[in-house]
């Protein structure tokens, strides 16, 4: 048989008694423990939402692509030194002799230093990194029409290592590859070279970065006015950036907004070589800073045991709430006693008559007020007729007395009195209506009757 779960009743009220402190200075510290929990749990409120807002968002990392430039030369031993593009056809050569070249575009990302074979993550793809590519060939465009190629990423196309570019002739070719590097936020070139030395900005940045150097610069030379925060009092080289001595923040992105660029493209000069054997390769490769979306998001590892912190609070807090309880009703058990110790026949005579006070509130026969002075007095008489002149005085005397407490109604009591009333005030009505509803009910049945027995005789005449 399963057990019920039973749900232990916790003191909503953590707050120690007011005169607790007179006995017990060091409960002070307690409180002041209370302010710092409660300005601990706004910033841990707000830190958990800055954690779940940063977990719901990709994460990425810098890794280095490392970019090739090459070219593969064909059929080039046997063809004259100068071939135009109407020698260069299949005719005079056959489609195995003609020269050509390809040029080749490749890249891959670098391991970083200490990877080894099982962390390595998913391989990516050359042209995940790029936005479109560009090359431009040096060919007299009198003989050649196909001197520039163009690239875009599209969307449904299927990511590539590298690209090839193949062409007729037997010459060397000068090229330049123009490569767009894709990035995971759109990122500007800030084209003003006064602004990017005061805000020390040595790259590309996006746009909430560049703000965020611009709010840091303001704060660090403490250029927002006093009186008016909006308003930002421009130093001499911020005035000179911007054209302005006062700027509203209000207006400031769309300021800034003027001084941002699409960033240079990276921009690679290459010789095709036809003559230096069928491969041949750059001296060099290109080095380039990309961001990938890092998917094993080791880097939130500190709160994988968050769970198990929360768990441990709840059972401090629930520790907490015990003693706290204990704290409440050894209070209550020494006031109690210590009334009773200072003045046992008042003390037996309040808890008697505050005894009576719950027991007629709990039967319902509990008069309060006016009504209660009036039937105090009248009790002594046998009737209204016989009362005398002292008596009325007692009367107005007790009757003064009883309107002069109002304090009486602010009693414990008072509450729950009215609640019983208007519940026995509820179930008369209700019984009144029930009643009146059973009547009508008869009421219509007997009608009924009647019009039934007065059909049949009409029937049997």
């Known amino acids: 048989m399963a057990t019920p779960n039973i749900k232990r009743k916790r003191l909503v009220e953590k707050s120690l008694p007011p005169k607790i402190e007179t006995y017990i200075p060091e409960s002070r510290l307690f409180t002041q423990l209370q302010a710092l929990e409660?300005?601990?749990?706004?910033?841990?409120?707000?830190?958990?939402?800055?954690?779940?807002?940063?977990?719901?968002?990709?994460?990425?990392?810098?890794?280095?692509?490392?970019?090739?430039?090459?070219?593969?030369?064909?059929?080039?031993?046997?063809?004259?030194?100068?071939?135009?593009?109407?020698?260069?056809?299949?005719?005079?050569?056959?489609?195995?002799?003609?020269?050509?070249?390809?040029?080749?575009?490749?890249?891959?990302?670098?391991?970083?230093?200490?990877?080894?074979?099982?962390?390595?993550?998913?391989?990516?793809?050359?042209?995940?990194?790029?936005?479109?590519?560009?090359?431009?060939?040096?060919?007299?465009?009198d003989l050649y029409k196909d001197n520039l190629v163009q690239w875009r990423r599209a969307a449904a196309e299927s990511d590539v290592d590298g690209f090839e570019i193949k062409r007729r002739g037997d010459e060397d070719v000068k090229t330049k590859i123009i490569l767009d590097i894709r990035t995971a936020a759109d990122r500007f070139k800030v084209n003003s070279p006064l602004l990017r030395e005061l805000l020390d900005i040595r790259g590309p940045i996006s746009k909430a970065g560049f703000i965020m150097k611009m709010w840091q610069y303001i704060k660090f030379n403490n250029l927002q006015d006093s009186n008016d925060p909006d308003q930002i009092r421009c130093d001499v080289g911020l005035a000179q950036a911007l054209g302005s001595n006062v700027v509203s923040f209000t207006t400031l992105p769309q300021m800034l907004h003027v001084f941002l660029t699409r960033p240079d493209p990276l921009v690679i000069e290459y010789t095709v070589r036809v003559n230096a054997g069928d491969f041949h390769m750059a001296q060099y490769a290109f080095d380039?800073?990309?961001?990938?979306?890092?998917?094993?998001?080791?880097?939130?590892?500190?709160?994988?045991?968050?769970?198990?912190?929360?768990?441990?609070?709840?059972?401090?807090?629930?520790?907490?709430?015990?003693?706290?309880?204990?704290?409440?009703?050894?209070?209550?058990?020494r006031d109690f006693l210590r009334s009773f110790a200072e003045d046992p026949v008042a003390f037996v005579h309040r808890w008697i008559d505050n005894q009576t006070k719950d027991l007629e509130v709990i039967l319902g026969d509990r008069r309060h007020g006016l009504e209660?002075?009036?039937?105090?007095?009248?009790?002594?008489?046998?009737?209204?007729?016989?009362?005398?002149?002292e008596r009325q005085k007692a009367l107005e005397k007790e009757t003064a007395k009883w309107l002069k407490e109002s304090a009486l109604y602010d009693e414990p009591w008072a509450d729950e009195?009215?609640?019983?009333?208007?519940?026995?005030?509820?179930?008369?009505?209700?019984?009144?209506?029930?009643?009146?509803?059973?009547?009508?009910?008869?009421?219509?049945?007997?009608?009924?009757?009647?019009?039934?027995?007065?059909?049949?005789?009409?029937?049997?005449?």
């Open 288 to 333: 380039v800073e990309v961001e990938i979306e890092e998917t094993s998001r080791h880097n939130i590892g500190p709160l994988a045991n968050v769970q198990a912190r929360h768990r441990e609070l709840a059972q401090l807090e629930n520790q907490l709430a015990q003693k706290m309880e204990e704290i409440h009703n050894a209070r209550t058990k």
């Open 38 to 141: 409660r300005r601990l749990d706004t910033k841990i409120v707000r830190k958990r939402l800055e954690v779940q807002e940063a977990l719901g968002k990709p994460v990425y990392k810098k890794r280095v692509l490392r970019i090739f430039v090459s070219n593969l030369a064909a059929n080039q031993s046997g063809a004259p030194a100068l071939l135009g593009a109407d020698d260069l056809d299949e005719g005079r050569f056959g489609a195995a002799e003609v020269p050509s070249w390809t040029l080749r575009v490749e890249g891959r990302l670098l391991d970083p230093s200490g990877t080894t074979s099982k962390a390595r993550s998913t391989p990516h793809k050359f042209s995940e990194f790029l936005n479109s590519l560009t090359v431009e060939l040096e060919r007299n465009p």
């Open 417 to 461: 009195a009215v609640f019983h009333y208007l519940s026995a005030k509820t179930q008369e009505r209700m019984q009144q209506l029930l009643q009146a509803q059973h009547q009508q009910g008869h009421a219509q049945q007997q009608q009924q009757q009647q019009q039934q027995q007065q059909q049949h005789s009409a029937l049997g005449n």
């Open 372 to 389: 209660a002075a009036l039937s105090a007095i009248m009790a002594a008489d046998s009737s209204a007729e016989q009362m005398t002149a």
